[in-house]
């Protein structure tokens, strides 16, 4: 392909597509037929480098995502990808074929991306249908932390982590998608010209393209910090989802500490979700190369003290009677008990006979 000549616009690719068996070279790609709207034209949905088509051929849906802008080393990045992900098998990743000669477009060939379709939302939709139920919440955020050990843990990265490259199926299980700008080991040192999503990445990653093992570990924390606020405060997303990112906007990392969503996250009634963001604050503070694994970050935190229940009663050692934990003699024989109760201030066993508690002071 003569680089002098435009890649297609979307509009370019809609018109091909409408023809597969012409347009295509792969057997299941010419027997397919694209999704189209009411008026029967394509329906693609495009992006940064490129538009992804869905097609139905035999008993099998695919996204065809074709690309609008070049990726430096495109095929040589695909190949490599496909071999790698081959031996590694990630649950979260989705199967996909690099084509060479994928679309004829004017005449021309140019490359695709042929990829087994996966229904479901983007993270920013299906979020925003879970903010009254908080357990589905929490059980994503879960669900995202081991996404996110699982690519740090084969040594790779996604590359530009954000809600458009991220879908959850009916069932609640995410894929990742887009991997144009996927980190190997074995490409480090040749990056793939785009880095990510403004409102998720370091800003130093912004300024200088940086590209590295760890380039997931801050819009991993992003996420999973955004996740555990919204779970513990849905109303952040009323007053700082734009429809371009969670609740975190690319001036918020710019300026550590000082905007409205730092305050509001520091005010959360989530002690979890207050230490996050501290440690979010620091990392924007300092180089990106700095930031560890997001499982490393998780694994440091200070953890607050977990406090038994309180028991509701105290059996009498004299005659067995069980009494309310809070009597200091049995209500049968008159015994003192000598069973303990529980501050309701720290939660700390105290004696029955105190009359303060021994570990905050408080009033009994």
Known sequence: ???TRPWPSPGDYSTAIQNPHHCFTDPE???GKVNTNPLGLPIGVSGNFAVVYQLQSGGKVFAVRCFIRPVTDQQQRYEALSRYLEAIQLPHLVNFTYLPQGILVRGQWYPVVKMEWVPGQQLHQYVAGCLQRTH???RLAAQ???VVAGLSGAHIAHGDLQHGNILVNGQGTIQLVDYDGFFLPTLRGNPPGEVGHLNYQHPERIAQGYYAENADAFPGLVIYLSLLALQTDPGLWKD???????IFRADDFKRPG???VWRRLKQSADAEVRRLTAELERFCQGPVSAVPDMEVVLQNLPKSPVY???PTTVI???CGYVNAADEIYCQRCAHQLCGDRWCPGCGRAVPVKAQYCTACGRKL
């Open 29 to 31: 790609l010419k027997k």
């Open 240 to 246: 700082f989802h734009n429809g371009e990112n969670l």
């Open 258 to 260: 000082q905007t409205a």
């Open 316 to 318: 009498c050692p004299s």
């Open 144 to 146: 995202w932390r081991g």
């Open 1 to 3: 392909m003569p680089a």
């Open 136 to 138: 589905v919440l929490g």
């Open 308 to 310: 038994p229940q309180p």
